[in-house]
């Protein structure tokens, strides 16, 4: 059976665009594929981040998941910090890795502009990442467009290893839905929906109140056409609340557009808030049920001893390979 993996960051309550970027496609293909799904909390680090309560936010995040439909019973699911062997792993791979393709990363570029300041890790984190997919030989990684250029600097470092010290590791692809590659800010349609943007009414968590979440969308900046047609570069509010209607229906763009082709701007914002908080409300609801109970606990310990193990056997291997001392 090929492996499938994912990881997202425990820096606050996710967004619309983690939710449809990662979470949805690991449900989507949670019986077709062994999964492992994890909480990125050793790259949460890599920006300063005074405010942020990691033990908390974990927990919430697996709740979440949990909540969102990620079985657990199909899923091995586990925190990234509780397996030391990815950062193990990762410096080993950083030694096959060059400055210059870590300095092209336009995640690192981005975070970086204009700063004086900025962590070594936010440089390699890349290669943590590589890491993170590599040492359990995951085939697919389904995430955001936002994170291709990163699956895809893991395909080249485990290339690299491979050719160097022979058959290691499994090439991993990216998975990136045809819709909601990347979710955009509903009020700034130009950037993408982020947990750090600065205006929250262009951000959708998915723990706002169905009240705010309504009118969140009700605001989301359009244009002055009066027409439901998707063109990401004329129409980009429009065309981010189409692909948000048709990640959460399954109709396709075209069937959106057809659906709505008499319709105003008010209709159509009404109809995606009313499919949006219809399954947000849901989540909400078994959210309150998981944050509450016992069973994060044992699913946590049981991801931990599963993926300890894996990982622990990947990176003997990798030392073997290299021809550490044993
Ligand atoms: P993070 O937490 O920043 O993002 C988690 C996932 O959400 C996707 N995403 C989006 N998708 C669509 N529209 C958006 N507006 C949007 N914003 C975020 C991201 O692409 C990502 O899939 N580096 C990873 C965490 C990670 C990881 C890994 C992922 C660490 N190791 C190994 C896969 C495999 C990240 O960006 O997390």
């Known amino acids: 059976m090929k492996r499938m993996l994912t990881g997202l960051q425990p820096t606050g309550v996710i967004t ?21 799904l994890f909480v990125a909390d050793l790259h949460a680090i890599t920006v300063p981040n005074s405010n942020i309560n990691l033990k908390e936010n974990t927990r919430s995040l697996i709740a979440l998941y949990l909540a969102c439909g990620i079985d657990p019973k199909k899923n091995t699911i586990f925190v990234q910090s509780q397996n030391e062997y990815h950062a193990n792993l990762s410096w080993i791979l950083e030694c096959n890795t060059y400055f210059g393709e870590l300095s092209r990363m336009h995640q690192f570029k981005e975070k970086s502009k204009g700063k004086e300041n900025f962590t070594a890790g936010l440089f390699t984190y890349p290669v943590l990442m590589a890491s993170d997919i590599i040492i359990y030989d995951a085939d697919y990684v389904p995430v955001g467009i ?3 250029q990163h699956v895809e600097i893991a395909r080249d470092i485990a290339i690299r290893f491979n050719k160097k010290y022979g058959d290691t590791f499994i090439i991993p692809e990216p998975i990136i839905s045809e819709t909601g590659t990347k979710i955009m800010d509903l009020i700034d349609p130009t950037k993408k929906m982020s947990k750090s943007s600065e205006n929250q009414n262009g951000v959708i968590r998915l723990l706002d109140e169905p009240e705010t979440i309504r009118k969140k969308i009700m605001r989301a900046t359009t244009d002055s056409e009066m027409l439901v047609k998707f063109d990401e570069e004329n129409k980009p509010g429009i065309s981010n609340l189409i692909n948000i209607y048709s990640s959460f229906t399954g109709k396709t763009v075209s069937e959106v557009e057809e659906q709505f082709k008499d319709s105003n701007y008010g209709t159509f ?13 849901k989540i909400q609801i078994k959210y309150n049920e ?21 990982a622990k056997a990947k990176y003997d291997a990798v030392k073997r390979k290299i021809g550490f001392y044993e």
């Not at 619309?16 to 492992?36: H, R």
């Not at 914002?269 to 409300?281: F, G, H, I, M, N």
């Not at 998981?290 to 894996?310: A, S």
């Open 16 to 36: 619309l665009g983690n939710y449809i970027g990662a979470i949805k496609q690991m449900v989507k293909y949670q019986d077709e594929y062994e999964s492992f």
């Open 146 to 148: 936002d994170q291709k």
């Open 269 to 281: 914002k009404k109809a995606v808030a009313d499919v949006v908080v219809s399954e947000l409300e």
């Open 290 to 310: 998981y944050i509450n109970g016992t069973e994060i606990d044992q699913i946590l310990k049981e991801g931990r001893e599963k993926t300890r193990m894996y």
